[in-house]
């Protein structure tokens, strides 16, 4: 049987079955938590998104509908919106930078395998500083591996604007990463 | 990792290096308490369990009448109010805990007066596998199936057929899904074990007028108007008549409808406005068919029916020009251009495009390339002639009209813009001027100017009425704006203008291919422009006809419900003899019921609007079910500013549900002969239409030269003819079958006359 078709029917148990929510949870915490730290990137914030997160999808799951996308879609929109929630709440403590604001200075310091384990934290040191939509693109497919389609539901926008996001992303690390950072160099 | 959806979209190298390189660099694994994620999840299943109710094991039925319950619900069935038509949805040796799932189809079991071009929705009241779900329609239609979460939405590729009794049967299809072999307590996918049939009758058409509709400015009213839904959000970006009635409407990105997804809850919903916009296929109605190109705007209709071309933003600071068909699948990409175009491409018959890329004129044959002349257009106007010959184009250089085929040319006024091509090969254009606009058409390469507006008035957005007879545009005062614009109507020949609408505001008008809409946007209360249709009434439907239909309707209502004395009033002498003679029955035989009736052709028989011949179709309900219809040939005729019933001629009872039927015939004139159309309620095999399945023969049974064309998206055959004045005998064969083969059950046979 198809995993799709498996957690429907989860989902579709767990809307009057507690111990169906529980292996909810328990499938789709670690992503859940992993997105909302990407977003904050403060453990203690994480924690406070993730609870969120769950508490609201427990309260709405009977009105969850199956539209064609895997559960997690929802629970990263609700994620989106409880840390739009919380910025707001923050009085607008998110910095949003514009598209032609310059991402931080990421030259490399050493060129041995601390470098290549930099890579990993400068290239996404470096999405973290990208403008919220496109960081939010970048994330779910980078980080989440989710379908453009998918993302597409999940920040309410077109498949084609998704890829124009993920276009941009790209191109604008492809332009201020420094080339020590880009693969096939040392 | 293989990433196809990465792969197509970074095609340079420079970007695949980036690409490569964040797929190889997984973000960081956040810190994590352990007791944080334990302690979350005991407090979840705390609250769920004080808030989620476990599912008992239910019966057969889906609902469970226990003694709190049964009062109330047995009083709502009594009470009419829900009406489920009972669906069962389960598997063979489902476990205990497997849903059951009913249809609710209270909205449209019996219904009477549905939409031809709106979507059939059934709600199921739990999870089904939609794969398991099989939909057949009668007559024979053919349709698309969706799913919107747990409601099954029908979209027919062709509207329905007008005063037909459809019948939607809702059952799994053979083949039944194997369960989780790996886990046989993982609940089965549900299906429909047993059929669900519902019945619903679409509305009734407009009666075929006997005068061809004229649209000349003194006779037509503005009627009704309403709004598209959510047009105000987008700027003007395009929305257009297709050539069978419909819309293709830009909306903004992420609209609910059928096909797309719906918002997720109100918790999740709300990102922000759309950054981006869709073309949806919609009803006059305004209600959404199917997304047919998201992301795109800008939609241009193919003059041939069934593709239009499409606007899409492609990567970087591209956009594509595609033409799909109205499924929504792309036929293929006609070209692509810098930046963002402002206007749609123009069709030139049906397989080139017209368009401006960087300022300059392209055109693109679709399947094959073509020279472009080398013209430079920036913002000009530029508008194809019906027959894909001429291009009208308002060019840096000058405004010409580009004869296609030899490439010779015609040089225009200076200035000419705001070109419209009239369905009869008419160019009309503008001119404008210090103190106002001239307005100009061409005909067979001579141009005339017909008229020019008063007081520094300025005319634009020109839109000829289908018939050719008149133009409709947009007006605006000298020193005016969008905000103070009007609709204007004026004759062809440059009388009568006539504003068109009650309201300011009003611009870019389109006739409907029918002329019974137009479409026009409008100034909204949020600052932007809406989208909006309003209905137009041409006088010309003469009021004589609609006097005679208005009797024959009263004569009818009145055998209906079993009033002798109103329908003997309907009638003349000769008519009541008629009847008393058994030419007919007046009234249902014993164990029937006259159900109800609808006109199926109108036809001037008189020298004047004195006598008509009105066939009309009557429906015969036996135990409370329509099983067979008749048809009678009501003759009309105007006495003392009365039109009666003066005579009679019945047809055999034919029965229904044994394939297509004939639901209209009507009789054009086309000079230098007619046309007879003739409307089908099915879809039909388009090879089963032909000179030999539907006939015209002359008073001595003779067949005449015809010939049929047939229009599957109408479910209309047109037999062109040249009859001399007479009557005339219609033979539809029962050689016609649907798409399922079934032919239609018995010979159809109407009268033809022609009076003039």
Do not use: C
């Not at chain 1, 579709?12 to 915490?29: C, I, N, T, V």
């Not at chain 2, 020109?462 to 905000?483: E, I, Y």
């Amino acid at each position: 049987m198809p995993e799709r078709f498996e957690e429907r029917e989860l989902v579709e148990r767990a809307k009057l079955d507690p111990d169906a929510f529980g292996a909810l949870y328990d499938r789709y915490f670690p992503q859940i938590y992993r997105f909302a730290y990407s977003r904050v990137r403060d453990q203690s914030l994480a924690e406070d998104v993730t609870s969120e997160v769950f508490f609201k999808a427990l309260k709405n799951i009977k009105r969850y509908t199956y539209s064609g996308h895997p559960f997690s879609s929802w629970l990263y929109q609700i994620t989106l919106n409880a840390v739009a929630d919380h910025y707001r709440g923050a009085a607008g403590k998110e910095v949003e930078l514009e598209e032609g604001a310059s991402l931080p200075s990421t030259e490399p310091t050493v060129v041995d395998e601390v470098v290549r384990r930099d890579r990993s934290r400068r290239v996404w040191s470096a999405i973290d500083q990208l403008p919220k939509q496109q960081r939010a693109a970048m994330v779910l497919k980078f980080g989440e591996d989710r379908k453009i389609e998918e993302i597409a539901q999940i920040l309410g926008k077109s498949s084609g604007a998704v890829k124009l996001l993920l276009h941009r992303g790209v191109e604008r690390l492809r332009r201020e990463l420094p080339p020590e950072l880009e693969l096939g160099t040392p | 990792m293989e990433d196809k959806e990465l792969d197509e979209l970074f095609t340079d190298p420079a970007h695949q290096e980036v690409v490569d390189l964040l797929k190889a660099s997984r973000p960081a694994t956040p810190p994590l308490d352990p007791n944080f994620r334990l302690h979350l999840r005991a407090q979840l299943m705390a609250e769920a369990r004080k808030t989620l109710t476990p599912r008992a094991a239910r019966s057969w039925f889906p609902f469970t009448f226990t003694p709190r319950l049964l009062a109330p619900a047995m009083a709502a069935v009594a009470a009419g109010f829900i009406v489920v038509l009972g669906i069962e949805v389960y598997l063979a040796n489902q476990p205990a805990t497997s849903s059951l799932v009913a249809m609710d189809v209270s909205k449209l079991n019996n219904k009477t007066n549905v939409a031809t071009g709106e979507p059939i929705e059934i709600p199921f009241s739990g999870p089904v596998d939609q794969a398991a779900v099989e939909v057949q329609i009668e007559p024979a239609t053919s349709f698309t199936q969706q799913w919107i979460g747990q409601k099954l939405v029908i979209v027919p590729d062709h509207p329905l057929a007008p005063n037909t009794t459809y019948t939607v049967r809702v059952k799994p299809k053979a083949t039944v899904p194997t369960p989780n072999a790996s886990n046989p307590n993982t609940p089965k996918p549900a299906v429909a074990p047993t059929p669900a049939v519902v019945h619903f009758t679409t509305v009734r058409a407009p009666v075929p007028p006997v005068v061809p509709p004229s649209f000349r400015s003194a006779g037509v009213t503005y009627g009704f108007d309403s709004r598209l839904g959510d047009s105000a959000r987008v700027n003007i970006l395009g929305a257009v008549w297709t050539p069978t009635g419909q819309l293709l409407v830009t909306r903004p990105g992420g609209q609910p409808g059928p096909s797309t997804l719906p918002t997720a809850s109100a918790t999740a919903s709300g990102s922000g406005p759309a950054a981006s916009t869709d073309v949806w296929l919609m009803s006059t109605m305004g209600t959404p068919i199917r997304m047919v190109a998201p992301g795109g705007n800008f939609p241009a209709a193919a003059p041939t029916g069934g593709l239009f071309s499409v606007w899409r933003q492609a990567e970087g600071s591209h956009a594509n020009l595609e033409v799909r068909d109205l499924q929504g699948n792309l036929i293929s990409t006609a070209a692509t251009v810098e930046g963002v175009p402002d206007r749609p491409a123009v069709w030139i018959g049906a397989d080139r495009l017209a368009y401006v890329d960087g300022g300059t004129l392209r055109i693109v044959g679709l399947h094959a390339p073509l020279e472009t002349p080398a013209l430079k257009v920036d913002h000009g106007s530029l508008a194809a002639s019906p027959n894909g010959q001429l291009l009208a184009v308002q060019s840096t250089g000058g405004s010409v009209v580009l004869d296609l085929t030899p490439a010779a040319t015609q040089r225009l006024h200076d200035g000419a813009t705001g070109f419209n091509w009239s369905a009869k090969g008419d160019l009309a254009f503008t001119i404008q001027r210090e103190n106002g606009t001239d307005l100009y058409v061409l005909t067979d390469g001579k141009t005339s100017k017909i008229a020019s507006s008063a007081n520094g008035q300025t005319w634009s957005d020109l839109n000829w009425a289908p018939d050719a007879t008149s133009l409709l545009f947009a007006a605006r005062p000298a020193g005016g704006n969008s905000m103070s614009s009007v609709l204007m109507l004026i004759n062809r020949d440059g009388s009568n203008p006539t504003q068109f609408g009650p309201q300011r505001e009003y611009s870019a008008p389109q006739w409907s291919p029918a002329g019974d809409l137009v479409l026009f946007t409008r100034r909204d209360e949020a600052g932007g422009n809406a989208f909006w249709v309003a209905t137009s009434a041409p006088s010309a439907n003469d009021a004589a006809e609609k006097q005679a239909l208005a009797e024959v309707d009263k004569f009818m209502q009145a055998r209906i419900r079993g009033d002798s004395g109103t329908a003997q009033d309907e009638m003349d002498n000769a008519g009541r003899a008629a009847y008393q003679g058994g030419t007919s029955s007046l009234f249902s035989p014993a164990g029937t019921q006259f159900d109800r009736y609808y006109p199926v052709t109108v036809q001037l028989t008189g020298s004047n609007a004195n006598k008509f011949l009105v066939g009309v179709r009557i429906f015969i309900k036996k135990s409370g079910v329509e099983t067979s219809f008749f048809e009678e040939q009501l003759s009309l005729v105007l006495q003392d500013q009365r039109y009666l019933v003066d005579g009679v001629k019945a047809s055999e009872t034919m029965a229904l549900g044994h394939g297509p039927t004939v639901v209209s015939v009507q009789i054009l004139q086309a000079p230098p002969g007619q046309q007879v159309r003739v409307r089908f309620d099915a879809d039909l095999k388009p090879d089963s239409v032909t000179s030999t399945t539907i006939q015209v023969k002359d008073a001595n049974g003779q067949l005449v030269a015809a010939r049929v064309s047939f229009d599957a998206d109408k479910h209309l055959a047109t037999v062109t003819v040249r009859l001399q004045k007479g009557t005339y005998q219609l033979v539809v064969t029962t050689g016609v079958t649907d798409i399922n083969g079934m032919p239609l059950a018995q010979e159809y046979d109407a009268p033809l006359v022609i009076s003039r």
